[in-house]
């Protein structure tokens, strides 16, 4: 098909922005794997010890940023301690920040109901060290405490002191998996991006993830779960007529495509 | 309207995000400048944050006292040799521990959770939902889809014309996924840009957007006159 | 053999399969020097792996001021490229990333950055889709239809159309997707195993660069 490619980015911004600027407001349905995900949190008994990583890349922030907010939201609203920290990116300490210095931490008090441990390079060797024993990659957290002086920290040695593990990431949810929730056999629940989901899914079904969420759609519904509509629900409206035009322009190119064969 | 540190920032983010869409009619230097910008600022944050990273890791316990860590901080400083042609062989040291440690982390968790678990999840699978003996198969045929050590198209024999109609249900089973996926990464995409895009329809940023189009217009006529 | 060429060659292969050995003994054998043993080598790898960053930054830099100094075309944006790392790197180990100033510049400048190149990839994916995703056989077919399904359950629009289109869209996820998403899952963790136990044995020496005289 011989036209300008620029006609179909305007098209794309156009079914991206009018939705914007009038937004139509169709009911977004809860899927199992984000309920999943809800209930883990919810159900967690007083006391319990969660981590939670928002453990991002930049490219990531429009659908994970959302989504964070609001499991952070639900955290911190559960009589539980919340351990955070970061294995995945150096995007992920100042995303944490962002939010937290957004939210607060609620009736939280840092340093015995909540913590924030910094980032740790390398990914799944970090991940092992911690998993295995945290203080043979932690002695000071985010801001230069050292942990001794964290009465929550004197609580956690190893991932089997969690009892949920939640990370928000980009996608990097296999070395979580390999090690700690498998050898430590600890609950997990994971938020991230859309192309991601479809291979998570795996997980899910044979029981090593709890909760699963996708991507800006899973942002959205984790939004009304928790009674607090944002930025993501809104903007599944832009997604709706930007991928009914791309469905609906295939289907017409592909009708062009074999009538202009037929005539041949 | 007040003008405070949240409006500018908008307004700069706004500029940015229209520079880098300039590209999408053609390259340009607007887009070149915002991308040699996006390229230093990320890499230096990159640097600052496993500098800090590092810091905590080793030199504060080692300023504390724990005088071991010295030996992970020469290893890394050794990886450096790299640069020097005469000693660079020696940062294969620091690098083998990364390889080693690694490489060992891997086989034994990809063992477990992407083979074991998996074939349990698989077992475990409840049979009476007849959607679930079409995964088994599915599951079946595009494992077999990758072996090529044995059987496959082209050859002769009972197991090879078996093995090749079966890869071909593998395969067919991998388009299925790779449809999923391409749905999934549609809505991926789609995220990023409406993220930008929202950005630069809310106010400040939107009225840069106009200014923009006028400067293209002109900087378009500008060219044509050039030319002709 | 000369020294050099053991520390070269001979060195980095033992330390690989004495910590590939002692890493994955350490899952199964609780026995307390060994897990010691293997806790501070992943502990040491965190600190390496975070000098190992600095070995791309150079790399990179290194290109840069080549294009600079040479003079060549678009060298401002090279230029540009190194102050800016230069600026952000030292201010940031200097006021420490918690700088309120340096995460207004992040959240303003890199952020829209990062996130617009990469949103222009929607673009180019419609565009793609529009101009090349043909029926021209079945597998085509399985993927366009596999594709439009799925894109109809993540969107709201979808249930409002017919409300059976989520349920479709999500079965298609949950058993075709998922089967041939755990072959290649169970594929990948085969190849890795294999690929790992002969990097540990020595098999495998590509991440060490050899050169031709230090193969033999």
Same mark, same amino acid.
């Given at each position: ?11 794309? #911004? ?17 899927? !199992? ?11 967690? $008994? ?9 453990? #991002? ?29 970061? #294995? /995945? ?42 998993? &295995? ?12 405490? !050292? ?9 956690? &040695? ?23 929730? /498998?050898?430590?056999? *600890? ?10 989901? !479809? ?6 079904? /044979? ?21 607090? $509509? ?33 005539? @041949? | ?25 053609? +390259? ?56 020097? @042609? ?23 968790? /990809? ?98 957007? $106009? ?18 | ?10 060195? !980095?292969?033992?330390?690989? #399969? ?12 609780? +026995? ?40 060549? &075309? ?23 990333? @918690?700088? $309120? ?40 077919? *399985? ?71 230090? @193969? &033999?």
């Amino acid at each position: 098909m011989k036209f300008d490619s620029r006609w179909i980015y305007v098209a794309v #911004f156009l079914t991206i922005g009018i939705p914007i600027l009038a937004p139509i407001g169709l009911p977004v349905l809860i899927t !199992p794997t984000t309920r999943g995900m809800f209930d883990a949190i919810q159900n967690l $008994p007083s006391g319990s010890i969660m981590y939670l990583g928002i453990d #991002f890349l930049a490219v990531s922030q429009p659908e994970l940023l959302p989504m964070s907010t609001a499991v952070y939201k639900q955290a911190i609203s559960r009589p539980i301690s919340i351990v955070m920290a970061c #294995f /995945s990116t150096t995007d992920c300490p100042l995303f944490t920040q962002r939010i937290i210095q957004q939210i607060g931490y609620g009736s939280k008090k840092y340093g015995e109901d909540i913590v924030f441990l910094g980032y740790f390079p390398g990914l799944e060797t970090p991940i092992a060290a911690f998993a &295995k024993d945290v203080r043979s990659v932690v002695s000071v957290d985010a801001f230069g405490t !050292p942990i001794s002086q964290l009465a929550l920290m004197n609580r956690v &040695k190893s991932a089997a002191d969690f009892n949920l593990w939640v990370v928000m990431t980009s996608g990097d949810y296999v070395p979580y998996l390999r090690q700690v929730q /498998s050898p430590y056999h *600890i609950k997990m629940a994971f938020g991230t991006s859309s192309p991601e989901y !479809p291979t998570g899914l795996v997980y899910y079904q /044979s029981g090593q993830i709890v909760g699963l969420l996708n991507g800006l759609r899973g942002a959205a519904e984790y939004e009304l779960l928790i009674h607090s $509509p944002g930025s993501a629900a809104g903007g599944m409206d832009a997604q709706s007529v930007t991928q009914l035009f791309i469905i609906v322009a295939v289907i017409g190119a592909n009708a062009l495509y074999f009538s202009r064969r037929k005539k @041949k | 309207m007040n003008i405070d540190a949240t409006m500018v920032g908008a307004l700069i983010a706004g500029a940015a995000t229209i520079a880098i869409y300039s590209y999408l009619y053609e +390259e340009n230097a607007v887009y070149r400048l915002a991308e040699s910008l996006l390229i230093g600022l990320a890499t230096g944050n990159v640097v600052a944050i496993t500098w800090d990273a590092v810091r905590r890791a080793a030199f504060v316990p080692l300023v504390g006292g724990q005088v071991i860590w010295i030996i992970p901080i020469v290893l890394g400083m050794i990886m450096y040799l790299y640069f020097l @042609k005469q000693y660079s062989y020696l940062y294969r040291i620091p690098l083998a521990f990364l390889v080693g440690v690694g490489t060992g982390l891997t086989i034994r968790g /990809s063992v477990s959770a992407n083979l074991i678990d998996q074939l349990v999840g698989t077992i475990n699978a409840d049979f009476s939902n007849p959607s679930n003996w079409l995964m088994l198969l599915g599951i079946v045929a595009s494992t077999l889809y990758f072996v090529f050590t044995f059987g496959g198209q082209g050859k002769t024999g009972y197991y090879s014309q078996f093995h090749s109609r079966f890869s071909t249900l593998g395969r067919w089973f991998l388009m299925a996924a790779f449809g999923a996926t391409f749905g999934n990464v549609v809505q991926g995409r789609i995220s990023s840009a409406w993220g930008r895009v929202g950005s630069l329809l809310t106010p400040p940023a939107i009225y840069e957007v $106009p200014i923009a189009i006028a400067i293209f217009v002109i900087y378009l006529i500008y060219r044509k006159r050039k030319h002709t | 053999m000369p020294a050099s060429k053991t520390l070269a060659r001979e060195v !980095p292969l033992i330390i690989t #399969f004495l910590l590939g050995v002692l890493t994955v003994a350490d899952y199964g054998v609780q +026995e307390p020097t060994l897990q010691g043993l293997s806790s501070t080598a992943q502990s040491w790898v965190v600190v390496i792996a975070g000098f190992a960053v600095g070995i791309g930054v150079i790399n990179l830099l290194r290109g840069q001021w080549y294009r600079v100094k040479t003079r060549q &075309k678009g060298w401002y944006n090279n230029a540009l490229l190194i102050t800016t790392l230069a600026l952000t790197s030292v201010w940031g180990i200097i006021a420490t990333t @918690k700088d $309120p100033t340096y995460s207004y510049v992040y959240f303003n400048l890199t952020v829209p950055l990062t996130v617009t190149v990469f949103g222009m990839l929607a673009f180019y994916i419609a565009s793609a889709a529009v101009r090349s995703l043909r029926l021209r056989n079945i597998d085509a077919g *399985i993927m366009l239809v596999a594709a439009a399904l799925v894109m109809l359950r993540n969107i709201p629009a979808g249930a409002a159309i017919w409300s059976s289109l989520p349920a479709i869209g999500g079965w298609v996820l949950d058993y075709p997707n998922l089967a041939a998403q755990r072959g290649i899952v169970i594929g990948i963790a085969i190849g890795v195993v294999a690929v790992g136990v002969r990097t540990i044995l020595g098999y495998e020496r590509g991440y060490l660069a050899l050169s031709g005289e230090e @193969k &033999k």
